[in-house]
């Protein structure tokens, strides 16, 4: 069963720095594409970040674009979201994610298209 942990949420200040993980574990991942979603008080879960295991290609929103840094530990199955300046508008909570591409036959940024998730990290982000 694939399991998927986030960690390394906090309260910062705007223009602070932040390293979120993902830890995943339960299956072999070469086909699937990871991802990070956030979600803000009363909104809809926004589409962050994405890697794809086998290859490291990354897509970003255009929000996050320049400061957010998806990468990958493949030893370790570690996910990672560097996040620098922050800003107010950051604050959520954030969940590291899974899709299997190759299942799929394409990528999609649409949460629904992701089938594995973990119970998210709070970030705020203060002004």
């Known amino acids: 069963q694939v399991q998927l942990v986030e960690s390394g949420g906090g309260l910062v200040q705007a223009g602070d720095s932040l390293r979120l993980s993902c830890a995943a574990s339960?299956?072999?991942?070469?086909?699937?594409?990871m991802g990070w979603f956030r979600q803000a008080p009363g909104k809809d879960y926004e589409f962050v970040a994405s890697?794809?295991?086998?290859?490291?290609?990354?897509y970003y929103a255009d929000s996050v674009k320049g400061r957010f840094t998806i990468s990958r530990d493949n030893a370790q199955k570690m996910i990672y979201l560097q996040m620098t300046s922050l800003k107010p508008e950051d604050t959520a909570a954030y969940y590291c994610?899974?899709?299997?591409?190759?299942?799929?036959?394409?990528?999609?940024?649409?949460?629904?298209?992701?089938?594995?998730w973990g119970q998210g990290t709070q970030v705020t982000v203060s002004s």
């Open positions: 890697i794809t295991w086998s290859t490291g290609s990354t």
């Open positions: 339960g299956g072999t991942f070469s086909a699937y594409v």
């Open positions: 994610e899974a899709q299997n591409v190759v299942e799929l036959g394409r990528f999609s940024a649409s949460r629904l298209d992701y089938i594995y």
